[in-house]
């Protein structure tokens, strides 16, 4: 496999349940699917279904019960700045302004002084030139999220895995974002993991879409996005798409809700 | 556009009866002083017409120059009130003092009285303030190390919280004035015990605050530190440390304010120097009005103190302006 690919084989995760101590829930049940190098691929499924919990053990913050996780034919054992994470929050440091949060994984790696124009290339990347000494609170919603996207591409990461990161935006920058996270990926062929409730958003990005059924949680469904970029969301294929994943998502809601 | 013009020029201008309100009340004050105060020594009531006379100048200065000078002329809209306030407060504690005589002597002499100390005790004032400025700093800075030093330590290991925190919860609550008995036994000079104390006094607050941002630190940034590479180190001083510089701040003003306290009772009863050497010193002769002179000094000392540390603050903690309110 391609050295920035990812592979997820029959991976388990359970937690505590916090009502009743000495029980576990089963999140994931032997999960298992693969991502391409380069590719872009979505993950959707109704809320609960560990969408969450498997991107952060791709990133390395939790360690799976059981089961095997690859990128290329490494094993992950650890958070790594190889593997690039943007949460729905942008999560930027207040305290740091835009251009030393985005300097923040060349300051953990230690590569600031080598490294230090590629900062400015970013944040023309995201068009945040003007903001550099601008503290995050001051930023809109969507420029907060640009920054994120910023500092988690700084360091070149094989993987970036993303957790609803339009999910709390309006509808216009919202779209304007999906635009612009396409431009990165098409810049960069950063192999991206995107995590969303928005099936217009992972019809109109990604190459293929993963459908997640809930509890445990299990890859139940692949398609491929077969379109053309840039796409149109009023497009007769593009609603085919939105109407088949919307009747699986239904139906996949029914099964999990029907007694055995 | 009229309305606007007018608007500007309230603005622009100072009203008359705010130039004139500081003069006033000192008038005011000063003929209090003169109508109630006839058999009082003739040095204090000349210091006091100095002081007013310097006041009713200062003031007339102050008028003519924010006439062209707009920063100057901000200034003076926000504060006179409150000078006015204070000048005629003097004049009220004038009256209360050696008008009425509704206050026992010599335990609550007159503003003029405390004046004549504050001017000819100023050697020793000045010596003593310098003291408390010395102990005081030695104290704190050694507090505030140690406090930061154990309370990074307490917030962000769970063996060292284990083992620290019960010892804190313990220890910290025992007023630092309390071991002065100890303290006295145990070191080998006045002030590295009284050193010691306000040290002690400052280290529970620091600690205890700075613990408690450090472990309460958001996940999510230590998350997000752990995807970009950051090792142990960057998650403690670039992560946990500044999300907890807010918390952290409380507690060095909890322990600025234990540290006068201590200070103060350390003085009085340990080391032979200092303000609060000076207070108990003075009540001794019955010198109340050098009693009063020092609690001036001291109020003027401590509010400087507390006053640097706000702008410390506000240096350090820029990042949160227009998050919070102060």
Redesign the interface.
């Known amino acids: 496999m391609d050295a920035s690919g990812v592979r997820v084989h029959e991976i388990s995760k359970s937690f505590p349940v916090p009502d009743a101590p000495g029980t576990n829930r089963l999140a994931l049940s032997g999960t298992s699917f693969s991502i391409a190098a380069g590719e872009l691929v979505s993950l959707v499924g109704p809320s609960g279904c560990g969408k969450s919990t498997l991107l952060r053990l791709i990133a390395g913050l939790d360690v799976p019960d059981s089961g095997d996780l690859l990128v290329g034919s490494a094993k992950i054992v650890g958070p790594s700045a190889e593997r690039g994470l943007v949460f729905q929050d942008p999560n930027l440091f207040p305290w740091l302004t835009v251009r030393r949060n985005i300097e923040a994984g060349l300051v953990a790696l230690g590569v600031l002084r080598e490294k230090r124009n590629e900062v400015d290339e970013f944040m023309r990347l995201v068009g945040l030139e003007a903001f550099a000494n601008a503290y995050p609170h001051h930023l809109s919603g969507g420029m907060a999220q640009r920054v994120a996207l910023a500092r988690a591409l700084i360091n070149h990461p094989k993987v970036l895995l993303l957790d609803e990161p339009l999910g709390a935006l309006d509808a216009f920058t919202r779209m304007r974002m999906q635009d612009e996270v396409l431009r990165l990926w098409e810049n960069r062929r950063t192999t991206m993991l995107l995590v969303t409730h928005d099936i217009d958003e992972a019809i109109y990005m990604s190459d293929r879409i993963l459908i997640m059924t809930p509890t445990p949680g299990r890859i139940d469904r692949q398609i491929d996005i077969d379109l053309a970029r840039p796409r149109d969301r009023t497009d007769d294929s593009f609603l085919r798409f939105r109407g088949e994943i919307l009747e699986h998502l239904h139906f996949a809601g029914n099964a999990a809700g029907a007694p055995a | 556009m009229n309305v606007d013009a007018a608007l500007t020029n309230e603005r622009s201008r100072l009203p008359w009866w705010m130039q004139l309100a500081v003069p006033v009340a000192s008038l005011v004050t000063f003929g209090t002083h003169l109508l109630i105060a006839q058999n009082a020594p003739s040095l204090e009531t000349h210091s006091y017409l100095l002081l007013f006379w310097e006041i009713v100048g200062v003031s007339v200065v102050l008028s003519i120059a924010q006439l062209f000078w707009p920063a100057l002329r901000k200034w003076m809209r926000h504060m006179w009130p409150i000078f006015t306030a204070a000048i005629l407060l003097l004049g009220v504690w004038d009256m209360v003092t050696v008008g009425l005589h509704l206050l026992p002597l010599p335990y609550f002499p007159g503003p003029a009285a405390v004046l004549r100390s504050l001017i000819s005790d100023r050697g020793l004032l000045l010596d003593s303030t310098w003291h408390s400025l010395v102990l005081l700093v030695s104290g704190y800075v050694l507090g505030v190390f140690v406090g930061l030093v154990s309370g990074v330590c307490i917030g962000w290991s769970s063996p060292v919280r284990y083992w620290g925190m019960p010892l804190l919860k313990v220890v910290g609550p025992i007023p630092a004035t309390a071991w002065i008995p100890i303290a006295m036994v145990v070191s080998p000079s006045a002030f590295m015990s009284s050193a010691g104390l306000i040290a002690l006094a400052v280290w529970f607050p620091v600690t205890m605050l700075t613990a408690s941002g450090i472990s309460n630190t958001?996940a999510?940034?230590l998350?997000?530190?752990?995807?970009?590479?950051?090792?142990r180190l960057?998650l403690i001083f670039?992560?946990a440390i500044?999300?907890a510089?807010p918390n952290i701040f409380i507690g060095l003003f909890m322990g600025l304010g234990a540290s006068f306290l201590t200070l103060v009772v350390a003085e009085s009863v340990g080391v032979k120097s200092g303000l609060g050497w000076y207070v108990s010193w003075a009540q001794g002769w019955a010198e109340y009005g050098k009693v009063f002179a020092a609690l001036i000094i001291m109020a003027a000392f401590f509010s400087t103190v507390m006053t640097l540390l706000f702008k410390l603050r506000d240096r350090v903690l820029?990042?949160?302006?227009?998050?919070i309110k102060w």
């Open positions: 958001r999510s940034y998350d997000v530190a752990r995807t970009l590479g950051a090792k960057y670039r992560v500044p999300a510089v820029v990042w949160q302006k227009g998050i």
